[in-house]
């Protein structure tokens, strides 16, 4: 069972830099594609990703949950321009890059969110978007 970045994911890299068989890769253009996303066909479920995460948001993908709850502060990420997702986040990634998104929004302490269409979506970025591969 592959691993699946969440829309908790904003931009850090560290997973990346970990694995062993280079299955993770930055979605662009970021605007589009703001997460990393594994390679379900590449990852051999290693975990290694899973402790280099500082945003906790990998997770294998049947334990994405349905019911996260936030702490509070957790910020999601997705497309810019999606609704309800108009906050900026101005950060850093794991060698002190700059890291900037344009939409997301914070979670409020013991706000629920599902996180499983992060699932298709990963999908989609290795079946149809920028991650597609021609055979």
């Given at each position: 069972?592959?691993?699946?970045?969440?829309?908790?994911?904003?931009?850090?890299?560290?997973?990346?830099?970990?694995?062993?068989?280079?299955?993770?890769?930055?979605?662009?253009?970021?605007?589009?594609?703001?997460?990393?996303?594994?390679?379900?066909?590449?990852?051999?479920?290693?975990?290694?990703?899973?402790?280099?995460?500082?945003?906790?948001?990998?997770?294998?993908?049947?334990?994405?949950?349905?019911?996260?709850?936030?702490?509070?502060?957790?910020?999601?990420?997705?497309?810019?321009?999606?609704?309800?997702?108009?906050?900026?986040?101005?950060?850093?990634?794991?060698?002190?890059?700059?890291?900037?998104?344009?939409?997301?929004?914070?979670?409020?302490?013991?706000?629920?969110?599902?996180?499983?269409?992060?699932i298709a979506v990963n999908i989609k970025f290795f079946k149809e978007g920028p991650?597609?591969?021609a055979a």
């Amino acid at each position: 069972m592959p691993h699946v970045i969440t829309s908790l994911c904003l931009r850090d890299g560290g997973c990346q830099t970990v694995c062993p068989v280079e299955c993770i890769v930055a979605g662009k253009p970021e605007d589009q594609w703001p997460l990393y996303y594994i390679d379900a066909d590449t990852c051999i479920d290693c975990g290694a990703c899973v402790p280099e995460c500082p945003w906790a948001a990998i997770f294998p993908e049947d334990e994405v949950p349905s019911a996260y709850t936030a702490k509070g502060g957790e910020k999601l990420s997705q497309p810019k321009g999606t609704a309800d997702f108009s906050e900026i986040y101005d950060g850093k990634n794991h060698n002190g890059e700059a890291v900037h998104l344009e939409g997301t929004k914070t979670l409020a302490a013991g706000e629920t969110v599902d996180l499983t269409p992060d699932i298709a979506v990963n999908i989609k970025f290795f079946k149809e978007g920028p991650g597609y591969k021609a055979a």
